[in-house]
Each structure stands twice: as C-alpha cells, then as structure tokens.
C-alpha cells in the first residue's frame, strides 16, 4: 500500500511538472518577439532598418516595419514584415498582437508556396489541413488561392498563396495571438 500510495505521489508531481512547463512554453515567432510585447520592445526586437509609425490617438500603439529580411525561419525571406502593437485587448492597452508579412520570392510562386510550408512545418508541425487536399486542389483551381494554417493554444498562424491580379502570385503569411482578451470581462 506504501509503494502504491509513494507511486501515486510521484505521477502526480510528474504531472504538475509538465503542465507547469505547458504553461510556459509560447510559439516561436518572427525575430525573437513575443505577443504583449510594448512597441519599443518590438522595435529593438526588429534591430537595426526598423521602421515605426506611432499612432499618438492610441496612446503607444503602431506599427514597426521591416523589407527584405530574412525571417529566422528555414529559408524563409520576407518583402516586408509589419508588426503591429494595438490596443485590441481586455485592459487597452498596447501590446504586440499581430505580425503580417510577404514572402518574397523568385520563379513559380508554388513552388515557394511549398518551401514556405516545408519551413513552417519544420518549425510547427503539420497543418490543420492539408493545402494540397482535395478541397485545397478544387479550391486553386476555382480562385487560384492555396492555403495553411495551424492553431495553438495562444497563436492563429495563417499561409496562403494567391495567383489572382499578379503576375507571379503572391505569399502571405501571419501570425495572430488568440488570448486578447480576459476570460474575466464575462464575470458579472
């Protein structure tokens, strides 16, 4: 009965242990940031060619932008990066929420579209869905768009390819945090 119950103990302790480490552990983003990170802390985040467009009605929020940069990625390269710092949350206040991006490219933009995937599944696993699917395949040929995205618990990652209006196509990719706003503001 003692080793059962020192047996019992001792899962349970591995069990805290891991869903402390749960807790803690956030998705890899773009240059090093993380969500609710201040503008200022993006900026330097973003180093050097960063540029930030302040927005003073919204006390602190903007945008800090980037062209032509490698993303830390695979071999990810991004024509522009903009991270944007809003006040879309519980307490107003500003805080790294969303980071959009283009990837560049050279030649046929399905072939990148498939590098770009490799890269992020290397870094995030497989997709919710496959792009290349039956619905993805009726989907392209229907509206020239192929797309991925993949779902954490705290960020909302989203790939997409579109032949439509451009010459060669286009990539985007974006990250979005999924916790904005406290589960608290429905208490009454």
């Known amino acids: 009965m003692k080793k059962l119950g020192l047996i019992l103990m001792i899962l349970l302790a591995l069990c805290l242990c891991q869903t402390g480490v749960a807790e803690e552990s956030t998705i890899q983003l773009p240059f090093g940031v993380r969500f609710g990170m201040q503008l200022d802390e993006v900026t330097q ?8 467009e302040e927005w003073p009605e919204e006390g602190g929020a903007g945008s800090v932008f980037l062209e032509n940069v490698p993303l830390g990625i695979g071999s990810i390269h991004a024509g522009f990066v903009t991270f944007d710092v809003t006040c879309n949350n519980s307490p107003r206040e ?10 560049a490219f050279e030649g046929n933009c399905i072939a990148a579209f498939r590098q770009t995937l490799a890269d992020l599944t290397a870094v995030y696993g497989q997709p919710d869905s496959d792009p290349f699917d039956e619905y993805g395949r009726e989907s392209y ?7 991925a995205s993949w779902t954490t618990p705290d960020t909302r990652i989203y790939l997409s390819l579109n032949q439509i209006y451009t010459e060669n196509g286009s990539i985007d990719l974006s990250f979005s945090s999924r916790l904005c706003y406290d589960l608290s503001d429905l208490e009454e």
């Open 94 to 103: 500003p805080r790294l929420d969303g980071i959009n991006l283009s990837v």
């Open 141 to 147: 040929q229907e509206f020239g768009n192929l797309s």
């Open 45 to 52: 985040a973003a180093g050097e060619g960063a540029q930030v």
